[in-house]
């Protein structure tokens, strides 16, 4: 599960600075007094520097503190992936999903090389989405068999240089 903080339109103008804060497991940051209130400051005030704030975790309840509120009030923007049943009942109860959303989100599912979500626009709009990764993406981070061969083939040969393996995939047409 994935929110995002969307970046504001000051005046319609594009904004002077384009940043993009992520975070992922953000849960390990929820559950300490400390890195909560930072994250809580983050997604109160981050838009207004021109910055789009992404906070991944993978089960709602991790939204269900303080902090967590914040986020969720503050981010109009949702991605959803596949979720066990279990988690879709959380997710109703806490993100207050209505029928219908609920409903999209339980035909949403993974597939050999690309899957679906559910992304939850402001107002309860949105709808469900394909997410294919482009070559380079799939061979950077990819689950399947043959991504994760090549790759940790690669990083091998590198002496464990991401950026090497990387131009090595890249120069024999892999990306």
């Keep these: 599960m994935e929110h995002f903080s969307q970046l504001e339109d000051f005046g319609g103008n594009p904004p002077i600075w384009n940043y993009q804060f992520i975070i992922d497991e953000t849960w390990a940051l929820l559950k300490h ?4 209130d930072v994250i809580e400051d983050i997604g109160r005030t981050y838009r207004k520097l021109h910055t789009s704030a992404i906070f991944l975790s993978q089960q709602a309840e991790d939204f269900n503190s303080p902090a967590g509120r914040v986020l969720r009030k503050n981010s109009p923007t949702t991605l959803m992936l596949q979720q066990e049943p279990e ?15 609920h409903a999209l989100l339980q035909g949403v599912q993974r597939h050999d090389g ?20 482009d070559s ?3 061979v950077l ?4 068999a043959q991504a994760r061969t090549r790759r940790s083939q690669q990083v091998d040969a590198h002496g464990g240089n991401l950026h090497a ?11």
Excluded: C, F, N
């Design 87 to 101: 988690e879709l009942a959380e997710m109703q109860t806490l993100l207050k999903l209505t029928d219908a959303e």
């Design 165 to 175: 393996a990387m131009a090595a995939l890249a120069s024999e047409g892999a990306l």
């Design 114 to 133: 690309w899957s679906s979500a559910y992304l939850r626009l402001p107002s309860h709009t949105g709808g469900l989405i394909h997410l294919v990764p």
């Design 141 to 144: 981070v990819g689950q399947d």
């Design 136 to 138: 380079y993406t799939r």
């Design 33 to 36: 007094p400390a890195t909560a």
